[in-house]
């Protein structure tokens, strides 16, 4: 069945550092992959999406580019801040299929 | 746009007691709402389905006859904890599919607590 592995955390950075979370994916045929971001206390954003092969997703300074070839969707910001300090969770939707799955999220926070 | 909303956003109950939460999508049509339960520090949980005008669709090991799911509505879903217990004690997010754009928009939550 479909999953999605993501880098384990906590993960914590100095603000202006540059972030990546690692996303890797199992699944058939040509899913849609999304990351979502949960702030304390909260339900979840949607940050990015792409929808096929080399599209690459952006939003408030992060990136992630649909990696077929590596089955891959890291997710990337060149300088955090203070406020980014959330949970991201990467997910994926299966082609044709309504289900979302996540993979385990990723804690991270940013010291000033 | 793409807001959803979920009511109410806290809830203490005792044991024994039953307790309705309710989706809405605020701005778009929803035939496919989810309702999901994540413990502290951990992903969500898919529990069901929910079709509007039919019967949801539970994930294997969730127990339908203790979380109602209704979806009366192309805007409104509603999952009710009957006979709620301690051990249900979690936060319960639901999501509405936008199926203009095939993305899922969540709700905020709610934490619900029995004692």
């Known amino acids: 069945g479909n999953s999605v592995t993501q880098m384990e955390g906590p993960v914590t950075l100095s603000e202006e550092a540059f972030l990546t979370i690692n996303c890797t994916y199992t699944?058939?045929?040509?899913?849609?992959l999304f990351w979502y971001v949960q702030y304390p206390g909260e339900g979840l954003q949607l940050l990015l999406k792409?929808?096929?092969?080399?599209d690459k997703g952006s939003n408030k300074g992060f990136e992630a580019t649909y990696r077929k070839e590596t089955t891959s969707f890291h997710l990337e910001k060149g300088s955090v801040q203070v406020s980014d300090s959330a949970v991201y969770f990467c997910?994926?939707?299966?082609?044709?299929?309504?289900?979302?799955?996540f993979g385990q999220g990723t804690r991270l926070t940013i010291n000033p | 746009g793409a807001v959803v909303s979920q009511h109410p956003s806290w809830v203490i109950c005792k044991s024994g007691t039953s307790v309705k939460i309710e989706c809405r999508s605020l701005?778009?049509?929803?035939?496919?709402m989810f309702w999901y339960r994540q413990f502290p520090k951990q992903s969500l949980m898919l529990m069901a389905t929910?079709?509007?005008?039919?019967?949801?669709?539970?994930e294997q090991g969730v127990e339908k006859d203790k979380f109602l799911i209704n979806h009366a509505s192309l805007t409104l879903s509603t999952l009710t904890v009957t006979s709620a217990h301690p051990e249900d004690s979690s936060f319960y997010i639901c999501?509405?599919?936008?199926?203009?754009?095939?993305?899922?928009?969540f709700g905020p939550g709610t934490r619900l607590l029995v004692l």
């Open positions: 999501s509405a599919r936008d199926t203009g754009v095939e993305t899922q928009y």
């Open positions: 699944a058939t045929g040509y899913p849609s």
């Open positions: 792409a929808t096929k092969a080399d």
């Open positions: 997910a994926l939707s299966g082609q044709g299929a309504q289900k979302l799955v």
């Open positions: 701005d778009f049509q929803a035939t496919t």
């Open positions: 929910s079709n509007e005008g039919s019967k949801a669709t539970y």
